[in-house]
């Protein structure tokens, strides 16, 4: 009886953070079918410009969430730690879409202009390595590969640090003048690595037990 009621609660939580993290692709949808019935929506004026950015911004909010579960368990036990894999792979979803937007609503589907973009841009050079870093996250997400790979999974994904470190500077990179959301994002990053570096320095000092 107990059993089957944690078991129930877990699939509630699980379905409820997928919904959640699907809230923005879900309001994209809509206010595509909205701009195609004719109705002006905030997709009007200029769709793919719109799409590139939000997409973008939703593929590092994700990325930060998943680095942020950690610190928030273990300080305000929010308990929600447990997804942290779930919201690293909708990140993930969301960056492909995010190239994907670009490729054919901005370069119109020309592989040439895609080729020479992610070589003449610094800031797109940076977006790209940070996608290709995450493949290998993501193919060995799974509990399987975790067993496999035994310790070197954890370093492995301590890559996440350093794709997070590419993605936001490439966010930054790429303002033509309003520095706002990119700008907090980036704080909040350094924050997210300033308290691993705390940690660290203190499972030093403790000899491992601190933490
Ligand atoms: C091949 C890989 C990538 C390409 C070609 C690319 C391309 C772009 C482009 C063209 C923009 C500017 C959009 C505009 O004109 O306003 C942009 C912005 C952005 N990209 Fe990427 N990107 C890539 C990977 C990534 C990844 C992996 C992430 C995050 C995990 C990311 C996050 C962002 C963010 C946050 C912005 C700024 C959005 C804003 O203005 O708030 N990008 N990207």
Known sequence: MTLNRAVIQSVVQRLAVHLLCALPLCYWLWQMALTIMGQRTTLSTDPGQILADQTGMWALNFLLLSLALTPLHKWFRVRWVTYRRAVGLWAFAYAVLHVLVFYWLILGGNLATFGRELTQRPYIVLGALALLLLIPLVVTSTQAAMRRLKKNWKKLHQLVYLIAVLAAIHALW???????????????????????????????RTGGRAL
Request: no cysteine.
């Open 174 to 204: 790429q303002l033509k003048g309003d520095w706002g959301w990119p700008m907090v994002q980036m704080m909040i990053l350094v924050g997210l690595l300033g308290i691993r570096v705390y940690w660290w320095l203190q499972r030093r």
